[in-house]
């Protein structure tokens, strides 16, 4: 219709924290808001290796984007990766999945797309270590962690079962305490009583990192307690050491002293690094932003590139304060942007605070009843924080269909240890055929095993 | 103990219903029961499709098989595809998932690897339209059907925008009628107002058979039923229609006059005919057995094959009297085939019956609220056959910790249309760069589209 002004054109790249938050606080803007991921899905990350681990189903953690922005009429959503910014013309580049080209003009231009992992410069490790940070990484985890026991248990030379049994996690963040714990569990208490040539319970699970900590991130006292906690579970904690290679039968260390160490693992999990997207360099190149050591962008105070009031960074990908990748901090940081966007297009003129970000705590979830919890100087371990975190992730599940079904899925796992989401695919099949092909891969132990089966109980 | 009898020692190929049923006979019995299958899970393959169509998730129609035999003291699961059978030594051959060999010796054996989809010649079309066999397949499907929308919103090409929005499906039986209708129900209800630039409810959903009725299994009144309920849920039927080519962008059919049509559909799915897979030709040379058209092996009435009254084929390998591959068939005749073992060990003398099927009726569901039910001369559609299949599936999930999930899922999906598993995965992907290496495919439309975001409401 002619006697329309042109809403002004907000585009959002990425449908994490971030982009979701500052999604909602253009809600019934005069704005024209467009949602770019490469996923349809917006993902709940903390809760990711919960998924991998087999309590969660992917649908309790992925809910479709566009099912959650549903009641927004401002807001459009596109299937697609953003792969150039056109500043000049202000026009974001991206590609669909079938390789179509889309050009997305901008008034406003919000970049949330969050990190990747990073190898510190060994991407050849990532074929035989997978990280943790999406659907489809949490998917792979799951099928090795439940593969190797599999495989244990038809192995028949005691080291290929041992190393079948042996499981190596690179960085002792929350990501790799909270996968080191749920593996122990797992060991001891699901797969409890299932198999009848290995102990499950025997499953090693080895915690490297190059810190002198665990959780390095929530201070001293809490890092003690989660080692201990860690320790009375059966993980073995490995600090001061790095890994130096990675192959598909195990990993090699250095530690501080120079000494090497090798150790066969046939499952050897990332949780260690994260780094800044390839549109991250394309942006700064554009822009002229500087980017950190992680390749993350630095913005100024109101998280906008400097020279570029229209473009705003926010979440994992924005460096500023050396804030933490935190979902918090995507949440907050996403809100503000968009809320300076709404207070611009409403004609506010008052001049703007730069961002805050308050710090609503941490937590880190150990094994059933134990977790830790840091929010400023208030700490909290054990079954006390276990309590907070639960609290905490029912608040933030909110507004999620799954909310009551994790809930369910928490008791089941906690009363009983039964863990409802084992199932796991092949890898890239859909035939018996491709199946039993894809499935070949380098043979381990091509010498015929013979199985007699067990005696009757 | 060397004053221990060696159990007679039991191979059970195919953890599906007819292995899991003959399990079970055999339980307590004094012999020791192997079960080889290439998946670790127990899957409950009647939902499948409602696990592609994002009802139901993994982990609520597959269960870990070892976890399902969990109180079975004389059963030990292995997770490997069997490639052969020596009959002469009574030696199974096995492949692990790494390419170990296994050899596995048995006195009886017990093959229900089931069948895998047949494209009747033509494999080619495998890539383009993929069957509904495994839990890989639901998740592939689950991924082109929700992808199909996400693309046809991201179109500029109004043709190519009616091509994503097109479903074909190839063949009408329970499989083809049961996903039509629910592509159907996931257009109208499950993706209504989540879309800007299409309407979902315009997808259109045909189904193509090469015979004159619609689940021409369930006789002609039902098949009538079905028909109709489709044709009011927007399904257009195309019956003596057979399918010539499959391409990444749509079909060509053949009716029986000889003439032919193209239809532009991104997605086809293919539910028509299913084949015995490799084993069963390894068998049938070993053995002399015979094999009928699809390569199912011809049975003796007591299941066994002529010659070698050790082995035993059951559920929807097996051929005899012209059985339909139903899991209410693969259930009887996995308990019958347990069950002659455990007379035998228990050492019956008399004469045992042989086989038989007793039709406890076959049901498929259309859309909510709506199905067809038939056992024996006793008829039912509509609300009523809903209520019997609600009933069915209620009974068979017994023992299954899914029930009560499902129950929710479909309470929920009943009244409300949203789906809470929609989640997909990209193909082979673990990285943002892998994704958008793995996406780019041939590029469908290289031109580059202009998005103007939509006006706000």
Same mark, same amino acid.
């Given at each position: ?15 994490? +924290?971030?982009?979701? +938050? ?21 993902? +709940? ?13 992917? *649908? ?51 970049? $949330?797309? $969050? ?5 510190? *410069?060994?991407?050849?490790? !990532? ?61 001891? %208490? ?10 499950? #319970? ?28 860690? %320790? ?12 130096? &290679? ?15 160490? @090798? ?9 260690? $690094? ?8 394309? /942006? ?22 400097? &020279? ?17 990748? /935190? ?28 961002? @805050?970000?308050?710090?609503?705590? #941490? ?6 009843? @134990? ?7 208030? %700490? ?33 796992? +906690?009363?009983? &240890?039964?863990? @409802? ?22 043979? !381990? ?13």
């Amino acid at each position: 219709m002619d006697d329309h002004i042109t809403p002004r054109r907000v585009v959002i790249l990425g449908g994490g +924290f971030a982009g979701l +938050f500052a999604v909602r606080a253009l809600r019934n803007a005069p704005v024209a808001v467009t949602v770019v991921d490469r996923c349809a899905h917006h993902l +709940f990350q903390p809760l990711l290796y919960q998924c991998a681990s087999g309590i969660l189903s992917s *649908g309790q953690i992925a809910q479709p984007l566009r099912a959650v922005l549903r009641r927004h009429g401002n807001v459009r959503c596109l299937l697609a990766t953003a792969t150039d910014v056109d500043v000049t013309e202000r026009i974001v580049r991206a590609e669909r999945p079938d390789g179509g080209k889309l050009a997305l003009p901008y008034d406003d231009l919000i970049v $949330g797309v $969050g990190v990747k992992q990073s190898y510190f *410069g060994h991407d050849e490790f !990532a074929q035989h270590a997978p990280g943790m940070k999406t659907l489809e990484d949490a998917l792979g985890v799951r099928r090795k962690l439940y593969r190797a026991f599999e495989m244990a248990e038809a192995a028949e030379d005691p080291q290929e079962r041992a190393a079948w049994l042996t499981f190596a996690l690179v960085g002792a963040g929350p990501t790799g305490v909270e996968l080191a714990g749920q593996i122990r569990e797992i060991a001891s %208490h699901t797969l409890d009583r299932e198999f009848t040539s290995i102990d499950p #319970s025997q499953a090693r699970v080895l915690l490297f990192d190059g810190a002198d900590a665990v959780l390095a991130a929530f201070g001293p006292v809490l890092a003690r307690r989660a080692a201990r906690t860690l %320790h009375s579970l059966g993980v073995e904690i490995r600090l001061g050491s790095i890994a130096t &290679g990675v192959d598909e039968r195990g990993l090699t260390v250095r530690r501080h002293d120079g000494s090497t160490e @090798r150790f066969e693992a046939r499952t050897v999990l990332w949780t260690a $690094g994260v780094e800044a997207p390839p549109l991250a360099t394309a /942006l700064a190149r554009a822009t002229g932003a500087e980017q950190d050591r992680a390749g993350r962008i630095m913005v100024e105070p109101d998280l906008t590139i400097a &020279g570029h009031p229209e473009i705003r960074v926010v979440g994992d990908l924005m460096s500023l304060n050396k804030l933490p990748g /935190l979902a918090e901090v995507a949440m907050q940081s996403g809100a503000y942007a968009g809320r300076r966007i709404r207070h611009a297009v409403e004609g506010r003129t008052r001049r703007p605070r730069p961002f @805050r970000y308050l710090d609503l705590g #941490s937590a880190a979830y150990i094994s059933r009843g @134990r977790a830790v919890v840091k929010m400023g100087r208030f %700490h909290a371990s054990g079954v006390p924080g276990w309590l907070i975190w639960l609290f905490i992730h029912i608040v933030f599940l909110t507004g999620f269909r799954s909310r009551l079904g994790a809930l369910i899925s928490w008791a089941v796992v +906690f009363a009983s &240890g039964s863990r @409802r989401e084992r199932a796991f695919t092949s890898p890239r099949s859909q035939t018996a055929e491709a199946d039993a092909a894809s499935l070949s891969g380098p043979p !381990a132990d091509p010498t015929v095993t013979r199985h007699d089966p067990p005696r009757p109980a």
